[in-house]
């Protein structure tokens, strides 16, 4: 044990041994931009609240982090395999619940195209096949978008991606604004494609970061949750939407009625 509460490392160190600075105080640290490899419990039981990983790091060993305070962590852009415990179990709880509601929000997203159908198809007089095409321009967008997608991952990192995903999708969102005031069905597809754009990006973000979220042997366990909330979503938002939409029928019928007599 030493007294350091600060390490700084300069650009000529490339590694930090097994338990290098292992039960120390430290309550700031800074990597250099040569750092390629954390051994393990590097960092065990410090005092560290805040970690900024640099590109130049590709393996961070077990337990080198945990026991740590963490709450704010920055990974620059570096493909970086984290060991099983390298964080401690709040920060991997609070990602993967982050994570959950990602997945949360495109199966709710997904899933309420289909009760767009009947309704798209009446307030635009379409026939079956153009009515259809409401629910396949989401999925024509994921086809489009999936090459990109992983384009832009490699260039800005999972995380960027993520936000720039939820981004997208919502001026996708917006674009319903104009469409349901002129009514204009090529209009509503193109908010419906910007959305699975947005989507696509997200998805392909998510799926992978969810895997280094914990031990890798749990990792299908993880998946399997993100899973289930996105169909829980799905059945969700098909009711909530068609709860909505039999709502607002209602009050129209009976508006019209009042109106009449």
Do not use: C
């Not at 096949?129 to 024509?140: C, D, E, F, H």
């Not at 939409?245 to 009625?257: C, G, H, I, N, R």
């Amino acid at each position: 044990e030493t007294p350091l509460t600060t390490v700084s490392t300069g650009n000529g160190v490339t590694s930090i041994g097994v338990s290098a600075f292992h039960n120390t105080p430290l309550t700031q640290l800074t990597l250099g931009n040569a750092i390629t490899t954390i051994g393990e419990q590097a960092f065990y039981n410090n005092q560290l609240t805040a970690l900024i990983i640099p590109e130049s790091v590709t393996s961070i060993g077990n337990s080198a982090f945990q026991n740590n305070p963490i709450t704010e962590l920055t990974i620059n852009n570096a493909p970086v395999a984290i060991a099983a415990s390298s964080l401690t179990k709040r920060d991997t709880f609070i990602s993967i619940v982050i994570i959950g509601l990602l997945f949360f929000i495109f199966g709710f997203v997904t899933w309420i195209n289909g009760a767009l159908i009947p309704f798209m198809k009446t307030i635009n007089e379409l026939t079956s096949a153009q009515s259809y095409l409401v629910a396949s321009a989401s999925y024509i967008s994921f086809v489009v978008m999936a090459l990109p997608a992983s384009y832009i991952l490699g260039k800005i990192g999972y995380r960027k991606g993520m936000s720039l995903g939820l981004f997208v999708m919502a001026i996708g969102a917006l674009v319903f604004i104009p469409a349901a005031e002129a009514r204009t069905y090529w209009v509503f597809l193109s908010g419906i494609f910007i959305q699975g754009m947005g989507m696509t990006l997200l998805q392909t973000a998510s799926n992978p970061y969810i895997t280094i979220l914990g031990p890798m042997e749990s990792a299908a366990k993880r998946i399997a949750i993100m899973g289930i909330a996105n169909k829980v979503a799905g059945a969700l938002g098909s009711l909530i939407f068609g709860a909505i939409l039999l709502y607002l029928v209602l009050v129209y019928t009976l508006f019209s009625f009042h109106i009449v007599f």
